[in-house]
Each structure stands twice: as structure tokens, then as C-alpha cells.
């Protein structure tokens, strides 16, 4: 019982007037970029890790919780009413569900991708309470040659299982490492990769890294092969769904779940193939097989809801153990160090408030989501007809600033300029980047 | 990306055969070991990749809300951007960042085809400004006011 003790505290913490400003702050300011292209949840994160000199970290937490389920949500937006998937998790979801938006059932499938991020946002952050303790308590019976070991099992099954070649895979890791790996050696105290530039001897800040690569690289990606004509957006209503979309919907959604969580949890579960397997069970098991390719709701509903669930699972790891299977989990995880709090298996016992905080924080956020979503769809079918050029300016724009404001240092600049370079290089290659 | 890979492996064998070595009782790894073995490794996977590449093996590009991958790289674009880029890198601390911060928004939506020229402009002061006293009074960073020091 003492775990839920824990959780009421936290949600008390929570929902505070200033914490639920936060919340919605950030419900909004994710699912915002979750519907625009080119920028995802981890560079939002990232951009806003200054935040995190001047606010309390419950708050910064809060917050950075609203901006992960948010942008999980905004995206099937994207993928529903205009056809091109912005991630790999959403690409299931966009088969079936822009198909529905074709043949007017666009409310219904927005309405449908809704609820089911909601539920399977519920229920996942539910397993995460009952399944992150449990881990991080027996992670912390483990020594330092065990974590080790489940650091790179982890490290290696991410390169191998996600994107589509192993071999680009391991050289992105090894690329990291070689970054890791600029700064002063920690045990004898000697610059190591440094260029003999003593404002290297701290390493590269991650944030450079993570909006080089996420926002620079990208912007720079997506301006090489801009398309000229804009994109064609479905409009659409309040979504809302009719007695029979229910009934069809509510046992995908559960069963999506199911597949969702347990590959989120896993090192390298992701996201990709839980939507998959949820699409083919539906596919096996609906009643309505001819729909499907044509607009099935059951090919949204429990994709969808695996794609949350599974977001929700990463959130395991990253708990429990301070490891990141995704990007974002990634960049969270620099925000508690940039607190001084030390991301692993002991944070449950040494921030109890603050882990809890942040859990209940994520019942909240998925609440907010539901509420505020369902009438503000019509607003961010709009945000999608966003002129591009001003999409793009502004991304370079906001990546800039995040990456200066760190340190205040022109070099990280020059730093964010290199690695966007490299981003660049990587998509050019054939490399991929999970969100 | 190879050249790359061969670019970094080399600097860090050569970074970490410079360091001294030798402190075997507090370190037994040393501070040598881990850039030689990830700088080896990506020599060798250099190598592999390239071997790879000569075959045949082409990365399946991702696609994109904004992509139209079959279109060919516009390069003309890109090395705009960049050198506006740079621009901003060496005008940020004379200039400050809400000349710089608007002259970078301004400058990237032009050469991404945005043709109102005046507005860009405009859209690009107000960003600029505005971060520039979002972080310095809500977050207590003070951008580099630069020439404009005194006057924001």
C-alpha cells in the first residue's frame, strides 16, 4: 500500500493550481508539435530544458510528462488528415485512418484515436505503477557489473532492432559513444577529444546534440526535399463517435493495449511493431474484414491504442532504471541530471515525491488531453495548413535559441551547426532517428 | 558517411595514444581504452559499411509529412541555410540575439521560398524580441543584447 500512498501524495503535488498550469502548458504545447511536421516531443523537451535553471523540477516534470503524451497524440492527428505519417509508430495509423477521413469519418477516427490514447494512456501509466517500483527495487539489489550489462544489452537491442540496417545501427551508437566521450577523463583528470579547447572539457552538452540532430538536421533534411506544393489537409469537425463506432472500438482499444505496454517496457520493444500486431489481430478478428484498406475503425482504434500504451511503457525504463529507449525518455532523463538528481534504480527511494509527482502528473495530462482535444481538433487541422517556409524559419529559429541559451556560448553554435551537419549526412544515408 | 566514420575513429586513436597512461593502481582500465576500442570499432565498421554501400546496400530513406523523396536534394537551399547559419554564429554576440535571432528567421523563410518579404521580417522581430525578454525576465537568461545593450 505504500506505493499508493505515494501516488495520492504525488497527485496532490500535482494538482496544485500552478502544476495543472503546467500540465495544460504542456498537454497543449505537445500535442502543437506532435500535429507539426518536422519538430517531435524530444526536440520540445529539449528546447525547453533551460526551463529547468528557474522551475521548481515538479513543475519542469509536469510539464515535460504533458509535452510526451501530447506529442504521441498530435501525431495521429497528422496521420489521420493528411497522409503521410511524420513517425514509424503512426504509419498503421494512417492506413486505415486517413482512409476514414477520405470517405468523411474524420471525426469519427479522431474521435477514436482520442479515446483510445486515453485509455491505453490509463491504463499503461497504471502498469507503470504497479510494474516501475517492482523493477527499480530489484535493480537496485544488482551490482555494478549487472547494470553495466543491462545498460549495453539495451544499447545494443535499440541499434538492432529499430530503423531498418543493423550496420548504420551500430555505427550511430558508436558515433555517440565517440561524443560521449569528448571532455575530461573522469579518473585521471586529462581533456580527452578536445580539440585542446578548454570550453570542451565539460563534453557536449546533450541538448546541442539532441536539437542538432532532431531540429537542425532535420530542418535541413526536410529543406532538401521540401515539397513545393503544400500538402492537402482533410477538414474536419468536433470529432464524436456514434453507438456503433463504440462498439466496435472498445475491445481493439483494450487488446491494442495489451500489445502496446509490454513492448514499450521492453529495451527495445518501440512502437512499430505492437501497431502492427494490433492491425493484423483486428484485421483477423473484425467482423467488418472488407472495410479494412477502406477505412476499418478497428485499424485505428487499436493501433492507436498501442502506440500510447507503449509510450507509457518506456516510461519503465526510464524510471526504474535510467535507461532511455526512446529519444525523448532521453532527453527527460538529462533534465533530472541537470536537477542533480541522479536518473537509476534509486530514484524511487531518493525522489519519491518527485517520481510519484511526475506519475500521477501522467493521469492527469492524459486527462487534460481527452478534455481539451476533442473540441480543439478543428483548431489544430488548421495549425497543419501552417505556410512551411514559416514552419522551417521557426524551427531553425527556436533550435538556435534552446541550443545558445545552455550556456550562452557561440561555440555551441558552431557545435549545433557540426552535428546538424551530420544529422543531415545520417538521413541522407539511410539513417533513421526514433522519436 | 564513411569518410566520416574513418574521419573520427582516426582522431580517436590518435587523441588517445597521446594521453599518458600508467595509472594502473587508481584506474586499471585507463583513461586510453574506451576511445581506442569505439575509434577501432568505427574504423572497422567504416570499412564494413563502404564494402556494404559498394554492394549495393542503399538506406531505406524515411518518409516525412513535408518529404518528397523521389524530388533530388536541393543543395542550393541547404548551403543557404547553412551559411546563414554561420552568419548568426559569428553576429550573435556583436549584433545580440534580437537582431541575429530576427535576421536568422527572416533570411530561413526566404530561402525556403516564403515571398513576403516584409512580413518575414516582421514575424522575425516579434520571435526574436520576444524570446529575448521571455528568457531574460521569465527564466532569468540573458541573451546578449549586443549592439542594442541599453536600449532593450
Redesign the interface.
Known amino acids: 500500500m505504500d506505493n499508493f500512498n505515494w501516488l495520492l501524495q504525488g497527485f496532490a503535488e500535482a494538482a496544485t493550481p500552478m502544476n495543472l498550469l503546467y500540465a495544460m502548458i504542456g498537454v497543449l504545447l505537445g500535442t502543437a508539435v506532435g500535429v507539426l511536421p518536422g519538430i517531435g516531443p524530444a526536440m520540445t523537451v529539449a528546447l525547453l530544458l533551460p526551463i529547468t535553471y528557474n522551475v521548481e523540477p515538479s513543475a519542469a516534470f509536469i510539464m515535460f510528462a504533458g509535452i510526451y503524451y501530447g506529442g504521441m497524440y498530435g501525431g495521429s492527428t497528422t496521420s489521420i488528415l493528411l497522409n503521410t505519417p511524420g513517425e514509424s509508430s503512426s504509419v498503421i495509423t494512417a492506413i486505415e485512418g486517413n482512409k476514414m477521413a477520405k470517405a468523411g469519418r474524420a471525426a469519427q477516427a479522431l474521435a477514436t484515436a482520442a479515446i483510445g490514447s486515453f485509455v491505453a494512456g490509463t491504463i499503461g501509466t497504471l502498469l507503470l505503477v504497479l510494474f516501475a517500483p517492482a523493477v527499480s527495487r530489484f535493480a537496485v539489489t544488482l551490482g555494478a557489473p549487472s547494470y553495466l550489462a543491462i545498460m549495453l544489452l539495451a544499447l545494443v537491442a535499440v541499434t538492432m532492432v529499430l530503423g531498418n540496417s543493423k550496420l548504420r545501427g551500430i555505427t550511430s551508437l558508436l558515433l555517440g559513444l565517440a561524443i560521449g566521450l569528448v571532455g575530461i577523463d573522469s579518473l585521471t583528470g586529462q581533456p580527452r577529444a578536445t580539440f585542446g579547447l578548454p570550453l570542451l572539457s565539460d563534453g557536449i552538452d546533450i541538448v546541442v546534440i539532441a536539437v542538432a540532430v532532431f531540429a537542425l538536421g532535420e530542418a535541413l533534411w526536410v529543406a532538401a526535399h521540401l515539397r513545393r506544393r503544400p500538402a492537402e489537409v482533410i477538414p474536419v469537425g468536433r470529432p464524436w463517435m456514434g453507438k456503433e463506432d463504440w462498439k466496435r472500438s472498445w475491445m481493439p482499444l483494450l487488446r491494442g493495449t495489451a500489445y502496446g505496454f509490454p513492448f514499450g517496457a521492453l529495451p527495445a520493444g518501440g512502437a512499430e511493431l505492437p501497431t502492427f500486431l494490433s492491425y493484423v489481430t483486428e484485421k483477423k478478428l473484425s467482423k467488418h474484414k472488407e472495410e479494412f484498406g477502406k477505412g476499418a475503425i478497428e485499424g485505428v482504434a487499436g493501433p492507436e491504442a498501442a502506440n500510447n500504451a507503449s509510450a507509457a511503457g518506456t516510461l519503465v525504463p526510464m524510471l526504474s532504471l535510467g535507461l532511455p529507449t526512446n529519444a525523448t525518455a532521453a532527453v527527460m532523463l538529462a533534465a533530472f541530471v541537470s536537477y542533480g538528481i541522479q536518473p537509476g534504480p534509486t530514484l524511487f527511494d531518493k525522489e519519491p515525491l518527485l517520481t510519484w509527482t511526475l506519475i500521477a502528473s501522467l493521469f492527469i495530462g492524459n486527462t487534460l488531453l481527452l478534455v481539451l482535444n476533442l473540441p480543439l481538433a478543428p483548431l489544430w487541422a488548421k495549425l497543419l495548413r501552417t505556410p512551411r517556409p514559416y514552419l522551417y524559419a521557426g524551427i531553425l529559429f527556436f533550435a538556435t535559441l534552446g541550443a545558445f541559451a545552455v550556456n550562452l556560448q557561440p561555440l555551441d553554435l558552431a557545435l549545433l551547426l557540426v552535428f546538424g551537419l551530420m544529422g543531415l549526412m545520417m538521413r541522407r544515408s539511410g539513417y533513421r532517428y526514433c522519436r | 558517411?564513411c569518410a566520416?566514420?574513418v574521419l573520427?575513429?582516426a582522431?580517436?586513436i590518435y587523441?588517445?595514444l597521446s594521453?599518458?597512461g600508467g595509472?594502473a593502481k587508481?584506474?586499471p582500465v585507463?583513461?586510453r581504452f574506451?576511445?581506442l576500442v569505439?575509434?577501432s570499432?568505427?574504423l572497422v565498421?567504416?570499412v564494413?559499411?563502404g564494402v556494404?554501400i559498394a554492394r549495393g546496400?542503399?538506406?531505406?530513406?524515411?518518409?516525412?509529412?513535408?518529404?518528397?523523396?523521389d524530388?533530388p536534394?536541393?543543395?542550393r537551399?541547404?548551403g543557404l541555410?547553412?551559411a546563414m547559419?554561420?552568419a548568426?554564429?559569428?553576429l550573435?554576440?556583436p549584433l545580440g540575439?534580437a537582431i541575429t535571432?530576427a535576421l536568422?528567421?527572416?533570411?530561413?523563410?526566404?530561402?525556403?521560398?516564403?515571398k513576403r518579404y516584409v512580413f518575414?521580417i516582421v514575424?522575425?522581430v516579434v520571435?526574436?524580441v520576444g524570446?529575448f525578454y521571455a528568457?531574460y525576465s521569465?527564466?532569468?537568461?540573458?541573451?546578449?543584447a549586443g549592439i542594442l545593450d541599453g536600449i532593450l
Open positions: 558517411m566520416v566514420l573520427v575513429g582522431f580517436l587523441d588517445a594521453l599518458a595509472f587508481v584506474d585507463g583513461p574506451f576511445p569505439i575509434g570499432d568505427l565498421t567504416a564494413i559499411l556494404a546496400s542503399v538506406g531505406e530513406a524515411d518518409a516525412g509529412e513535408d518529404i518528397d523523396p524530388a536534394s536541393d543543395w537551399t541547404v541555410l547553412v547559419f554561420v548568426t554564429i559569428v550573435v554576440e540575439w535571432g536568422l528567421f527572416a533570411g530561413s523563410a526566404t530561402i525556403l521560398g516564403s518575414n514575424i522575425g520571435l526574436s524570446s528568457f521569465g527564466l532569468g537568461i540573458p541573451l546578449p
